[in-house]
C-alpha cells in the first residue's frame, strides 16, 4: 500500500470547511473555468520568476515573468486584457525588487544551498499510511549569522501575513518537514533534541513580500518587506501535535467514504455523510470570497441529492488532480516553450 501525501494545504482546506475538501481533495473535481489572472496564479508566476533568479542560471525575473504571462495569453487567449494589466504590474513589481534588494544588500551574505524540491517524508504515527508532503522553498545559508533559511517569496495586498508569521502554519510545516528529513527524532513538549549538525538544519526562513501596487511618490506603506523569523523545538512540536490531530480527523473521513463507495449503498447515503462526516463551516463573507461552491453548489448540497449531477454533470467542474494546480512552470518548461517557440518563428510563411 503506497502512503498517501497530505499537505499543509490540504490539511488547511479540511480545518476550514470539510465539504469544500470534499469536492476538491476527496473527489477532486474542480472548477472547469479557473480565472489564470487570478491573485493565486499571479503569485505563482512570480515565485517562478523568483525561484528562476535565484536558480544556476540566475535569469531575470522581469524576462520569466515576460514568457510565463506569454504562455498564459496563449493558453487563455479570452482573458488576455486581464492577463496583460496583471503582467504590467508583475514587471513594475520585479524591477523595484531588484531596485530595493541591491540598495538595502538582502542579498549580500545569503548563499543558495539547495534549490526548492518537492520533499515527502512519513508523518510520526502515521509510517507506511500517511506521507507529509510540500514543496520546500530555496535553502540559503547566511554567512553573517550561520543559520539556514527557507527563501519563500510572497505577493500580498498588504502585511498582515507577515505581522501573524509565529502561527503560519504553512512556514511551521516547511521547519517541520525539514526537521523530520534531517533528525532521527520526533519533536515532543517539553523536548530537549539532540541535534545531528552534518546536515544543514532549517527551523525558520526569510519572506519576501511584494505588494501588488505600482509605486508612485505618495506610496506610504513600503512596497517590499524582508521578514527573518525562527521557529524552535516547542513549536515544532505542537505544530505536530496540530497535524496528528487534523490527519487523524482527515483519514477518518476517507474511511467512510470509501467504505460507502465500496459497499455501493443508495446516494442517500453519500448525502447524509456530506451532511455530517464531511459537513460545511458556513462564514459568510470568506465563504464568497474565497470558496467556489459558494456560488450554488453549496447551497444545493443542502437541498437534497441534485447536488451530485450539478457535480458531475453540469460542465462547471472538472475531474483534476488538486496538486497539480499548485506546480509551476519550471526552469525547463520555460526553456522548453521558448525552443519551441523559436522553431515555430524560424519557419518560412
Known sequence: MTAIGISQSEINMFDRCRRHWLQEYYFGMLPADPNPASTRDQGLRWH???????GPAHLDPGFVLDVLYGMAVE?????ETDLRKAHELARIMAEGYLEIVAAEGWDARLKVIEPEAEVRVPLPGWEGLVDLRAKLDQVVYDEDSGLY???????????ERDEMIDLDSQMLMYSLIAWLATQQTVPMPG???EIDRSKPLVMGGIVRTSRRVKRTAKT???PYKNLAF????????SALLRTQKIVSEIMEVRQQLDAAARSGGPPEQLHWLQLTAARPTP??????RMCPLASGQCQLMNR??????????????VSGDPYARYTRAGLEVIQAHLAAKARTDGQPG
Do not use: N, V
Open 48 to 54: 517562478t520568476a523568483m525561484e528562476a533568479h535565484y
Open 75 to 79: 493558453q487563455y487567449p479570452d482573458s
Open 149 to 159: 533559511s527557507f527563501l519563500d517569496h510572497k505577493t500580498a495586498a498588504d502585511y
Open 191 to 193: 523536548w530537549a533534541p
Open 220 to 222: 506610504k506603506i513600503p
Open 230 to 237: 525562527r521557529h524552535d523545538p516547542e513549536q515544532l512540536a
Open 283 to 288: 462564514i459568510l463573507h470568506d465563504c464568497a
Open 304 to 317: 437534497g441529492l441534485g447536488w451530485i449531477d450539478a457535480l458531475w454533470k453540469s460542465g462547471r467542474y
